[in-house]
């Protein structure tokens, strides 16, 4: 893994910068605090423009596993 990184080879990278991602690591973790203190999920997918389905697997952390 280390040698991906020195080489900028790897994929954690190029998820953070692909131009077409619609939430930033910064958001995720928003995400995730709002969903621990107690925000329930469609307020959380309708104050991100994001499916109640998306705001589930990061929760859940299926998605957006490397934060």
Known sequence: QE???RH???IY???KLHPQA???ECEVIKMRKMFDS???RSQ???NFHISLTHVYHICRRDSWKHI
């Open 3 to 5: 040698d991906r990184k």
């Open 8 to 10: 900028g080879t790897d």
């Open 13 to 15: 990278g190029f998820i």
């Open 22 to 24: 619609k939430l930033t």
């Open 38 to 40: 107690g925000c329930n």
């Open 44 to 46: 959380i997918a309708i």
